[in-house]
């Protein structure tokens, strides 16, 4: 891989993303994007036209984050402000789509993309990193869902687990970087906790209100990521976590445990801690266990990794870590965190620079890359 070609060549792109109408800002982004899509592929397939083909690539991310972000904007107006507690509408036209986008014809997987898609107004790209498979697979599922239903009348409403499904998902993507997209998902469940009395809407709930809490602690003012250990708890909103903890417990007392009420569980046990010293480690162990059994889902198992790195010590966190696809997404940065609490510095640093490379997005990117500069200054000491 030419390094000096690719930032030779940024300048140029940079300039023609803007002549055709990006703004900077944006245009950085998109460049960024393509560097790190040149830095991935190149090595094995290197264009005969290095610039052309950053400066494809680059107007095409730039064209997808800005039609991603176009629909958002299209739902800001159903959000004037910060979700409110107590009751909201029995109905609504949203909520009525993503009913209908999980028609009974498709599988849950297919419903789920579709309605992202179609209603939730994400990517191809932000769906199949959801998902983790590659952009091709997801674009060929979305692909085949609307075939699917192209001939079918939407006269029957599709399942609450479909529904809930991308509900998170929205509020996921939201929550990583589009506050509003995040309110609109808890408008939309707070509304559906209200038709249905099902103690996976309420956990669904509980969930979205426990992580959205500490959405003003989550960045620093120039924008950069804020670990949950290193977070300003004084700045958690206080009133939704009371919300969401009350919300869970009236679940959790239904026994009738979903993964979205263990998930709530691990939530509120982080929110309850005075410190990320008095973190209950061990419960959060226990109710990854549960989640694990729920779903059998990878990264769940990641994280379960990390709670006992936690828990028992870091080394038993490797061991847990060990037995998972280390082609896992933020794998290496939990390896590298790990390495780090052991003591290993050289190899977390190392670690924390591959990860760096491998981030979904420039905040993730930066922090990652901040934190093997940090150990390497610490080594070079």
Not at 111 to 127: D, E, K
Not at 290 to 308: G, I, K, M, W, Y
Request: with cysteine; net charge negative; charged share 25%.
């Amino acid at each position: 891989m030419n390094e000096a070609l690719l930032r030779s060549l940024t300048p140029s792109v940079l300039g023609i993303l803007v002549r055709r109408g990006a703004d900077f800002a944006a245009a950085e982004d998109a460049v960024q994007d393509a560097l790190v899509e040149a830095v991935r592929v190149w090595p094995a397939d290197p264009p005969r036209d290095p610039k052309g083909w950053l400066v494809t690539v680059a107007w095409r991310k730039f064209l997808d984050q800005t039609r991603a972000d176009a629909s958002r904007r299209r739902r800001e107006d159903l959000v004037d402000e910060e979700p409110a507690p107590g009751a909201a509408p029995a109905s609504d036209d949203t909520l009525q789509l993503y009913f209908l986008c999980a028609h009974p014809s498709l599988t849950p997987s297919s419903a789920v993309a579709l309605t992202l898609r179609a209603v939730g107004g994400l990517t191809t790209r932000q769906i199949a990193q959801a998902y983790l498979v590659p952009e091709a697979t997801m674009a060929q599922r979305i692909s085949r869902a609307k075939r699917t239903v192209s001939g079918v009348r939407f006269d029957r409403p599709g399942d609450v687990a479909t529904v809930l499904r991308v509900l998170y998902l929205v509020f996921n993507e939201g929550y990583s970087g589009d506050v509003d997209l995040a309110a609109e998902a808890i408008r939309l469940t707070r509304q559906l906790a209200a038709a249905i009395d099902h103690p996976e809407v309420a956990g669904l709930l509980a969930l979205m209100l426990l992580h959205h809490a500490r959405r003003a602690a989550r960045t620093a003012p120039d924008g950069s990521l804020v670990p949950l250990a290193e977070q300003d708890r004084g700045r958690w909103d206080t009133g939704a976590i009371a919300e969401g903890v009350g919300i869970l417990q009236a679940a959790l007392s239904r026994d009738r445990l979903g993964e979205f009420q263990a998930q709530a569980a691990i939530a509120a046990l982080h929110a309850d801690a005075p410190t990320a010293e008095e973190t209950d480690w061990v419960q959060i162990v226990e109710w990854y266990d549960e989640l694990a059994r729920l779903t059998d889902n990878p990264v769940v198992r990641l994280n379960r990794a990390v709670a006992v790195g936690e828990a028992d010590g870091p080394r038993a966190g490797l061991a847990a870590l060990a037995r998972l696809d280390d082609s896992l997404p933020r794998h290496t940065a939990v390896a590298a965190y790990l390495h780090e609490r052991d003591g290993d510095l050289a190899t977390a640093a190392r670690l924390y620079a591959e990860a760096a490379h491998k981030a979904p997005d420039l905040a993730e990117r930066g922090h990652l890359t901040r934190q093997a500069a940090r150990l390497n200054a610490r080594r070079s000491h």
